[in-house]
């Protein structure tokens, strides 16, 4: 009997980088379940569609996705996993297309941003936003567009038939996304674990965060990073998100349980091993 492949929602198509962060952490036997946004992976998930996605969850330059921390904490799925994807942003055109061709050039939001040195140079091309890295060059590819470049990534170029005309134009070549690897329900298996992100909301009073960040500290529990967003409708309420990593699994399970007494909603997102891979 035929294995059946994991099925791994992703937002945007083949060859995105979304795409390319699941083949790093699955390998490239899977199946992509391509998505128009974040909220259609979450209900691909939800609707067992899919055995999992993968979310970028922050970037080196653009810096943190905030509404993916809201998605992951509305539909309460559980972190299993991270993957360091270094970005790498080329400028792809029809074979035969010379720069001195382009007039427009085309990607998804954060890819732009991530070159705006390149483009300040060049002011006569006109960027414009997308969806989708990938389906930028495939739009390129389906459509004949020679004015036109997508700024997307090799495998994009390679599976659309698209020539790289401009090499590594992101503005830091250390860039780098940041994915979550989400899953519908928590896994039993906690045997080896090295990194957590949690959620929170403390009082609004003198030290209420310092108390709790401090337990942490007191326990040798490192905490890696600490996102802050307002509760909807609520004045001067906040949910923190919180990273943590541990060489001591006693000291983590105490620093959680003295942790409870000063917070509220209080939710472990996700307890999984630290990738250390970029």
Not at 178 to 201: G, H, M, P, W, Y
Not at 262 to 274: A, D, K, L, Q, S
Request: aromatic share 10%; net charge negative.
């Amino acid at each position: 009997m035929k294995q059946k492949k994991t099925r791994v929602a992703i937002q945007g198509i083949k060859a995105s980088f979304h795409e390319e962060a699941a083949f790093k952490f699955f390998g490239k036997d899977i199946e992509t379940i391509e998505c128009n946004s974040f909220k259609q992976t979450c209900e691909s998930l939800e609707n067992k569609q899919s055995d999992f996605v993968i979310m970028a969850i922050e970037n080196s330059i653009a810096g943190s996705l905030l509404p993916n921390y809201t998605l992951i904490r509305e539909y309460n799925f559980a972190i299993v996993g991270e993957v360091y994807l270094p970005i790498q942003l080329h400028l792809m055109a029809l074979p035969g297309v010379k720069f001195e061709d382009i007039k427009f050039a085309t990607s998804h939001p954060i890819a732009i941003r991530q070159c705006v040195d390149f483009f300040d140079d060049f002011p006569n091309i006109q960027v414009i936003e997308s969806n989708d890295t990938a389906a930028c060059a495939k739009r390129i590819k389906e459509e004949q567009l020679t004015d036109t470049v997508a700024i997307a990534n090799t495998l994009a170029a390679e599976l659309y038939g698209l020539n790289i005309i401009e090499r590594r134009i992101e503005s830091n070549k250390k860039n780098y996304t940041r994915f979550l690897v989400l899953k519908k329900d928590k896994t039993d298996d906690l045997a080896e674990i090295n990194k957590a992100s949690i959620c929170f909301q403390v009082g609004n009073h003198v030290g209420a965060l310092s108390k709790v960040l401090n337990i942490f500290a007191e326990q040798d529990v490192n905490l890696t990073k600490i996102q802050s967003m307002p509760v909807l409708g609520k004045r001067n309420e906040y949910y923190f998100y919180v990273d943590m990593e541990w060489t001591n699994n006693e000291q983590y399970d105490k620093a959680i349980r003295q942790t409870l007494k000063y917070t509220v909603n209080f939710n472990i997102m996700g307890e999984y091993m630290r990738n250390d891979k970029v």
